[in-house]
């Protein structure tokens, strides 16, 4: 499965964003799904996950009660909704799957990656 992280962009403190994921070569539909981010000059870390039917979700403690994981398995996408951002929220962000279906957080457990998108939050 290819995938495709999209959305990102330039937004000021306490701004909304919401980035997408989208697969192609297979559905999306048994997978989990995760998004990490990379910011720069820092270590990979996890932001968000769901499990293969959006009933579990996992989120860092950083962004909890901020973002929102949610997928649409009709239209093979996977969104993180992104609210009250702040400038360390700027990071790239990169969607992950998994095929086994769970809502890991260990990024080793994720066998598909996709590009990044690009997310600046100014103060």
């Known amino acids: 499965v290819q995938l495709q992280a999209s959305g990102g962009g330039l937004v000021q403190a306490g701004g909304s964003l919401r980035v997408s994921c989208a697969a192609s070569g297979r559905t999306l539909r048994s997978l989990g799904v995760g998004w990490f981010r990379r910011a720069p000059g820092k270590e990979r870390e996890f932001v968000a996950s769901v499990n293969w039917n959006g009933g579990s979700t996992v989120y860092a403690n950083s962004v909890k009660g901020r973002f929102t994981i949610s997928r649409d398995n009709a239209e093979n996408l996977v969104y993180l909704q992104m609210n009250s951002l702040k400038p360390e929220d700027t990071a790239v962000y990169y969607c992950?799957?998994?095929?086994?279906?769970?809502?890991?957080?260990?990024?080793?457990?994720?066998?598909?990656w996709g590009q990044g998108t690009q997310v600046t939050v100014s103060s």
């Open positions: 992950a799957a998994n095929r086994e279906g769970y809502d890991y957080t260990d990024a080793g457990k994720y066998g598909y």
